[in-house]
């Protein structure tokens, strides 16, 4: 087996799996102990109301697993978030974020490599996908399709949750605002070096995820990540309000140029299209306000160095020779002063 000489931080997010979770952390500890110099297990429990704590505190004790670092949360939080917990409190080189029911550890290993090659992010995509139902397969189409479209990538195929970050990844990402947010995208919009591998291996099976949470976290991303949806609120106010503008001009024309005119229509019309003029413009004004405010509030860093090289061998170490310099300007003050002792004083 490849041996990495790094230390390597993997986070786990577990619920409710009490009776797996013990054979989880050995299978993981199994597995890395040979693979990289040293390692440690995060494991964030998303506020289990089984007796995972009880095994979790087991597996903590003396004749437990080694490396192990737990952190129960009070109350349940989405995906992203959770791993973030495990993420901020990582000490490795390279950290590894798994879901142990849909990622398979044992494709570890190949993007290990290329992190270590000098990838800073490595993305992992099943082929093999839980069953989900219909109306959980649709929304997630739509949800991607839309992401696509506002982002520029495909979030599940080019950002998906089983990934190998270094160290500068999450050190970007945490002086961002809002990091747990902004994980989810930020390694594949960030102008990282990353690589994107694909494998193929059964899921586990596990319990099928809820529509409604998942809509609300796929709205959250995309209202936090991206300003299209609020853009195309004030596009929309400012064809409203150009609309009904050239709607008025069109109603004061008829009314100059036609004759049998329904009583009525040319102050009513008129009436209509002036309110609805000015609520398209209040609006756009909101509309342009709220962005304004939205970009302060999560505005990330203003840049971040990518990479950091520096040339083997520089001029300018050669021309600062302390000694020499120092000792030559000592030489010819001796060298001086004893010529003047030897002169006779005048």
Sequence with gaps: MVFFPVF????FVVRNQSTHTQKILSDAASCVASLVSDYELIVVDNASDDDSISVL???TAENGLPNLQIYALTKEV????????GLESALGDFVAVIDPFADDIEFLPEMLDKAVSGADVVFANNQQKAPQSLAYRVSYAVFNGLYKCFNGIH??????????????????????PQPAMTYRHLPATGGFARVNLNYSAAPKPT?????????DRGMRLLVSTTRAPMRLVTSLSLFGAVANLVYS???VAVGFLKTDVAPGWISLSLQQSGMFFLISLVLLVLGEYILHMVSLSSEGPLYHVGQELTSARMTRREKLNVEEVIAKPINALSTRLERIRGKPWI
Excluded: M
Excluded at 78 to 85: E, H, K, L, N, R
């Design 8 to 11: 390597l931080s993997i986070v």
């Design 57 to 59: 505190k087991t597996l």
């Design 78 to 85: 989405d995906a992203d978030t959770a791993s973030w917990v």
């Design 155 to 176: 979030l599940a195929r080019e950002a998906p949750q089983y990934r190998v970050l270094s160290k500068r990844v999450v050190n970007f990402i945490l002086q961002h």
């Design 207 to 215: 319990h099928t995820k809820r529509l409604g949470e998942s809509i």
């Design 249 to 251: 001009i069109y109603v």
